[in-house]
C-alpha cells in the first residue's frame, strides 16, 4: 500500500564500495524533495543497535557525490544476527519514529534487511553496494566497477616491471566467493591466466603453458586469482616449484575498495538511490532495488542472494584465444 512518511533513515553496511555516498546523496535528496525527513544510522546495524544517528539534510551531503567511502561509516554488526540485537534495532528505530529503512550493502546487509522486513514487518529497501558484484538482481552493484579500474591501474604497472625483469606475477585481487572481479581485470589486462573459485584453472597445464611460452621466447607472464580461489604465494610457491621459473606475488587488498567513483559508479548509485526512495513512496518494501539491461529492476530481498554466474567458462576460453 503506497503511504505517505514523514521520516525514513539509510544506513551502509559491510564492505564500503566507491559510490554509495553517491547513494546516500541520491536517498537524502530525494526523500527531502518528497518532504521527508532523513536520519543517517552511523557504522550500519551496530548504529542502530547502538542508537547512534544523525540528521542528514541537503548539506550534509554536500560534496560527497565524488568521494569514495561512506560519510555515514560501515561495518559489520554480529550482535544484529541475534534475535536481540534486532529487537534493540527495532526499539530505535521507533523512538526516532522513523518508518522507513533503507540498506545500501550487499549479501550480509541483505539477509539483515531481510529479516527485520520479514521479522517485524518493518518496511525496508535494499541497495547493492559492495565491489564484488555477487547479487542476484542487478547486473552492477555499486562500486565494482571503480574497483575494476583501480586493480587494472594497478595491474598495469605491475605488467611494467613483469616485462622489464622477466618475471613471472601473480597478483591476488578481492571478490570473496565471487570471481567476477578477477574475471574481469584479467580480460580487461591481457592476462596470461586466470584462477577464480567458479572454475579453478589447472596447475599444470598453466605451467605446462608457461614451459611452451619460455621454448618460444615468452619471458613474463600475469597471473590473475581471486581471493576466493586461493593465496597468491601459494600459486606463485607451486608455480616455481613447478616450473623452476621465479615468480611473485601481489595482493591488491584494500586498495581495490577505495578511491573515488567512476562515472558509471556515480550514475548506478544516483539512479538506485532514487528508486529505492520511489519505492518506498510506493509501499513496495522487502525489496532489492537494481539495474539490469539499464532499466530499474525489483526484486523480493529473499532472492538478492549471492549470486553464481556462468561467465567465467566463456571468459577463461577468450583469454586462452588472446594471451
Ligand atoms: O565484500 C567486499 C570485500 O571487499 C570482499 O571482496 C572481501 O573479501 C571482504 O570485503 C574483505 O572484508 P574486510 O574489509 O572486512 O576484511
Not at 204 to 233: D, F, L, P, T, Y
Request: glycine fraction near 12%; include cysteine.
Amino acid at each position: 500500500m503506497a503511504g505517505s512518511f514523514r521520516k525514513i533513515a539509510v544506513l551502509t553496511s559491510g564492505g564500503d564500495g566507491p559510490g554509495m555516498n553517491a547513494a546516500i546523496r541520491a536517498v537524502v535528496r530525494c526523500a527531502l524533495h518528497h518532504n521527508m525527513e532523513v536520519m543517517g544510522v552511523m557504522r550500519g546495524y551496530q548504529g542502530l543497535i547502538d542508537n547512534d544517528l544523525i540528521p542528514l539534510t541537503h548539506r550534509t551531503v554536500s560534496n560527497i557525490l565524488s568521494r569514495g567511502g561512506t560519510i555515514l561509516k560501515t561495518a559489520r554488526a554480529p550482535e544484529f544476527r541475534e534475535e536481540s540485537g534486532m529487537q534493540k534495532a527495532m526499539d530505535v528505530l521507533k523512538s526516532h519514529q522513523i518508518e522507513a529503512l533503507i540498506v545500501i550493502g550487499g549479501d550480509g546487509s541483505y539477509k539483515g534487511a531481510n529479516d527485520l522486513y520479514r521479522r517485524f514487518g518493518f518496511p525496508v529497501v535494499g541497495i547493492p553496494g559492495t565491489i564484488d558484484n555477487d547479487l542476484y538482481g542487478t547486473d552492477q552493484t555499486i562500486g565494482c566497477n571503480t574497483a575494476i579500474n583501480t586493480a587494472l591501474d594497478a595491474i598495469d604497472k605491475v605488467r611494467d616491471t613483469a616485462h622489464s625483469m622477466e618475471r613471472i606475477f601473480v597478483i591476488e585481487v578481492m571478490g570473496n566467493r565471487s570471481g567476477y572481479i578477477a574475471t574481469e581485470v584479467a580480460l580487461a589486462s591481457g592476462a596470461d591466466d586466470l584462477i577464480v573459485p567458479e572454475f579453478r584453472g589447472n596447475y599444470e597445464e598453466m605451467c605446462v603453458n608457461i614451459r611452451n611460452g619460455v621454448k618460444q621466447g615468452k619471458k613474463s607472464w600475469m597471473i590473475v586469482v581471486s581471493e576466493g580461489a586461493g593465496k597468491a604465494h601459494v600459486v606463485a610457491d607451486t608455480i616455481t616449484n613447478i616450473t623452476g621459473l621465479e615468480t611473485r606475488s601481489v595482493v591488491l587488498g584494500h586498495v581495490q575498495r577505495g578511491g573515488n567513483p567512476c562515472g558509471a559508479d556515480r550514475i548506478l548509485a544516483t539512479r538506485l538511490g532514487v528508486a529505492a526512495v520511489d519505492e518506498i513512496l510506493k509501499g513496495n518494501y522487502g525489496k532489492a532495488i537494481g539495474v539490469m539491461q539499464n532499466e530499474i529492476n525489483i526484486i523480493d530481498l529473499s532472492e538478492a542472494r549471492k549470486r553464481v554466474y556462468d561467465i567465467y567458462q566463456d571468459r577463461y576460453r577468450l583469454l586462452k584465444i588472446l594471451r
